[in-house]
């Protein structure tokens, strides 16, 4: 099972997106590969590598989806009360098609329709994830100021990297911690794996609608 969290940016700029790639081993993830600035080409080559030797598990932080009409979908409104409920702030939580999110969303949605349409012998499994709600649904309580303040404090920062490498996350390099972006993706790979080990669940979970909403939501 290799299983990839990917913190993606919007089409314009690639260069804060990151890759995170994780591989099973005895009921843990192990770390393999952290990729920065990566296109749409480089995530889909990957994909296509690692699938061709295990089923790959593919966790993406954007939305993959939006409603018809615009605002918030129903998940949307559901996390935003499950992070409200960890004490976290919902303004992580934006509509998919609000000014700042539309362009992150219209790569989302063109990133998953290309991984849809990959032939291979393996599956590839894809699921939205919330880094922060990822982490904010497994952190301590007394460093959940930090998870608040970990994009704006350096110190935060390493608190929660810290954090990170205190989960089931085994062998995380430093260069992990060396931006929010490394953190988010690699939370994105905890999140992705919790969804798609059969031995695991995520904290929470919003199921696919399909055809509108193709993929399931989780933390």
Known sequence: MIVMGIDLSGPS?????????????????????LISGATDEVILSQ???????????VGIDSPLSYQDGGGDRKADKSLRAYIKSLGMNTSSVMSPTMNRMA?????????TRSIDSLKTDRPIKV?????????????PDELLPHLLEYKR???????????????????????AGSSTHAIDACA??????????????????QKAVPPHHPFDFCC
């Open 188 to 205: 994105a790979a905890l999140g992705a794996w919790h969804w798609g080990d059969p031995y695991l669940e995520p904290n929470w979970c």
């Open 153 to 175: 404090s350096e110190d935060s920062q390493k608190q929660i990297f810290h954090f990170l490498q205190s989960t089931d996350l085994n062998e995380l390099p430093n260069e």
């Open 13 to 33: 700029n690639p260069k804060d997106t990151v890759i995170s790639i994780f591989e099973k081993v005895n009921g843990s993830l192990r770390f393999r590969q």
């Open 47 to 57: 994909i296509k590598r690692e699938v061709e030797n295990d089923s790959v598990f």
């Open 103 to 111: 362009y992150l969303t219209l790569r989302g949605i063109a990133l």
């Open 127 to 139: 699921v939205e994830v919330h880094p922060g709600a990822v982490m904010g649904s497994r952190i």
